[in-house]
């Protein structure tokens, strides 16, 4: 398994601890990964240092360890390094990835990569089960809700650039951790599968909600697109790693990102909770960390 102490790692090992409770997992972690992320689940974990974007650390594992399913949480990026080390070694276990659904994106920077991943993994010879999630939320651990509602919670405004009627549908991470055991404990259960959240909202929705639930105002703060695009190029040009905001933010926010997840829900029972009812969890996270 990679990905183990990510927050959506984590919430599968707990979930799985529940069902197979003597599971024994070999973890592929980084050198500098935070282990006592996961110090209060209890299984049989076997840590292994390494990068699962090299092709050595693979090589090695695979070597001394046999294993029946490859869980890859990590970059979807990595696919191709992992089956190379698999081809080389002749070996084909059953492989669980985590992709995304900015595959489908015109803007995101690593969309082809997302393509080429995914067609490599179609020619497997063993047999592979690719789940695409939105946009993942669910604790200060996310990469993106957990700004904007710290944001609003601090200054009362968002910037909308352009119209703010583009369709979101995050994900929460318990309902990704919920179907990465469905599949592990199904393996019948192949092929691609999008995983999206219980409601579409648009942004402007998305900050309505943010407002009702914080209980505080949330204003839009409106942006002209154009003029928006232009101080996002400027400023990754002026602070690079520093800029606030991404030109390919503003370009990607115009996109519809709202996906139906109904093969998911036919085949595996997969059912999302609804955004208030995971965003009304997230922010309670929040609080209790003083993050809010």
Known sequence: MTGATGLTGK????????????????????SNSNKEIISDVKLHFNFC???SSEQHSWSHILKTISVETIIHLAQLRHVSTILQSLTELNIFPRLIIIGTTGVYSRYNQYSSDYK?????????EGTYCLLRPTMIYGSHRDKNLHKLIRFCDRHQ???VFGSGQSLLQPVHADDLAQALLAVLLNPQIEGAY???????????????LVEKLLGKPVR?????????????TLAETLLRERSPIRREQILRLQEDKAYSHEAATRDFGYAPRSLEVGLTQEIEILRAEGII
């Not at 080429?116 to 497997?124: G, K, S, T, V």
């Not at 999008?194 to 309505?208: K, N, P």
């Open 157 to 159: 405004f968002f910037p």
């Open 116 to 124: 080429i991943a995914e067609d490599e993994l179609r020619h497997y």
């Open 194 to 208: 999008d995983l999206s959240g219980g409601t579409v909202v648009t942004f402007l929705e998305l900050l309505a």
């Open 49 to 51: 240092t390494g990068d």
């Open 11 to 30: 919430l599968f090992l707990q979930q799985l601890q529940t069902v197979l409770p003597e599971q024994k997992l070999h973890c592929l972690i980084r």
């Open 220 to 232: 839009p703060l409106r942006v002209p697109y154009n003029l928006g695009l232009w101080s996002a």
